[in-house]
T-cell receptor, first 111, second 113 residues
């Protein structure tokens, strides 16, 4: 079992839909990253959080440390949101030096 | 502002040839530097990280090596490439100690034939 599990692996949505991507992990962490990987391969950091909730534009990230779970929500999805979304955790034992990455959720938003 | 440059973006190399991928960071000092590899269908795998000049930690035994000749320069090398070295390589940096944001370069896609 991977230490970081994402679901779903693939997701197709219609433009305007509300989208949720989930991340579960099995280790104690100091922080969790949500990353976006564009079709060309470049990776952009969306959020880093260690508790509660963060919002940026149409994106919302939440984390429940006790349940070892985080969600990334996209409101009013748009075709330009099509990308792979990756969850990464910084284990308490090793910090940011050794982030553990999920395999990603491939999102396709149709016009 | 800080920027990270990684090159080359794409390369095709024959088996047994050498490799050099370069990464530089601008606008910060003493960053933590990382080399990751992304294989199809798998999560990013940490290959090397560095917390200072000349300080390199290797995460997995492999055909690759890394060097940090200057504070903001990180180089990934191989003397003789294997087919299994094909993949997408990403350089990244973060600030000092503690949990800090990772910022990635654009990546280098290596195909070994």
């Amino acid at each position: 079992k991977n230490e970081v599990e994402q679901s779903p692996q693939n997701l197709t949505a219609q433009e305007g839909e509300f989208i949720t991507i989930n991340c579960s992990y099995s280790v104690g962490i100091s922080a969790l990253h949500w990353l976006q990987q564009h079709p060309g391969g470049g990776i952009v950091s969306l959020f880093m959080l260690s508790s509660g909730k963060k919002k940026h534009g149409r994106l919302i990230a939440t984390i429940n440390i006790q349940e070892k779970h985080s969600s990334l929500h996209i409101t009013a999805s748009h075709p330009r949101d099509s990308a792979v979304y990756i969850c990464a955790v910084a284990p308490l034992t090793s910090g940011t030096y050794k982030y553990i990455f999920g395999t990603g959720t491939r999102l396709k938003v149709l016009a | 502002s800080q920027t990270i440059h990684q090159w080359p973006a794409t390369l095709v190399q024959p088996v047994g040839s050498p490799l050099s991928l370069e990464c530089t960071v601008e606008g910060t000092s003493n960053p933590n530097l990382y080399w990751y590899r992304q294989a199809a269908g798998r999560g990013l795998q940490l290959l090397f990280y560095s917390v200072g000049i000349g300080q390199i930690s290797s995460e997995v035994p492999q055909n690759l090596s890394a060097s940090r000749p200057q504070d903001r320069q990180f180089i990934l090398s191989s003397k003789k490439l294997l087919l299994s070295d094909s993949g997408f390589y990403l350089c990244a940096w973060s600030r000092g100690s503690g949990a800090n944001v990772l910022t990635f370069g654009a990546g280098s896609r290596l195909t070994v034939l």
